[in-house]
């Protein structure tokens, strides 16, 4: 197996094999939402949005705790070719279900529903423009949407003032093997070729949340494993100063 270090320079881009693309994140994009965030990285854009709602679902009512939960969708020209909207078609597609339940789930775990409160946040998360990485920069930008939106219940007193709703922050990247070399934050075209591919989502402290790994071409082993895991917690390390900046400014 190729090691980073003899891998410097393989990529199309230009990047080193632990390289994430650039990432910018523009908190506060939307004016009318609780929270929210455009982020970039490389060619993959998505606007997270965070919806707060005093109140929660029927089954939880009077248990004291809130809920958080997702949505995901992409624009009919985010990609090469126009997709139909599947609100035209009629029904949601089963990867949009799937990922919308990942970034939902994602974001729970760092959130304690008790200090939540019985209120609702409900995260939009519109690929405007997709070159791999979509669900991975989705919940990337929604924990910043997030945070700002417990912001807003906080102020507005629907949250205690001392509540710690969010336990610690939460970023995710993609990774994988790619001609022999595991790398760091795939775009489209090492993403469609890659032999083992993986979505790896990790808290701020450096624990994981979920690791999505799937062998497209051909199984790895253990040390390869390893390899991707230690691309993904420096990757998600970066990602986490830089949502520390966003929502400091």
């Given at each position: ?12 881009d ?11 994140i ?7 939402a609780?929270g929210s ?36 969708g ?26 919308s339940?990942?970034?939902g ?34 919940i990337?930008?929604a ?12 102020d ?94």
């Amino acid at each position: 197996m190729t090691t980073i270090a003899e891998s410097a320079g393989l990529r199309a881009d230009g990047r080193t094999a632990d390289q994430l693309r650039p990432v910018t994140i523009e908190r506060g994009w939307s004016a009318q939402a609780e929270g929210s965030a455009l982020i970039t990285v490389g060619g993959t854009r998505v606007l997270c949005t965070a919806s707060f709602t005093n109140g929660v679902p029927r089954w939880l009512v009077g248990k004291g705790r809130g809920w958080v939960t997702a949505e995901y969708g992409m624009l009919p020209r985010s990609t090469n070719e126009r997709m139909d909207r599947e609100s035209v078609k009629g029904r949601v597609g089963g990867r949009t279900h799937e990922i919308s339940r990942l970034i939902g789930r994602a974001l729970r775990a760092v959130i304690d529903t008790k200090a939540l409160g019985e209120n609702t946040i409900k995260i939009d998360c519109d690929v405007l423009q997709a070159d791999g990485g979509t669900r991975t920069a989705s919940i990337t930008g929604a924990y910043v949407a997030l945070a700002d939106a417990v912001e807003w219940g906080r102020d507005k007193g629907f949250i205690g003032k001392k509540a710690t709703a969010l336990t610690d922050s939460l970023a995710a990247v993609s990774v994988g093997i790619v001609d022999g070399v595991p790398m760091l934050d795939l775009p489209y075209e090492e993403d469609s070729r890659a032999e083992t591919d993986m979505n790896v989502v990790v808290t701020g402290s450096g624990k994981f949340v979920e690791v999505q790994g799937t062998a497209e071409a051909a199984p790895f082993d253990r040390a390869e494993l390893d390899a991707l895991l230690d691309l993904a917690l420096g990757g998600c390390l970066s990602l986490s100063h830089l949502q520390r900046e966003a929502l400091a400014r």
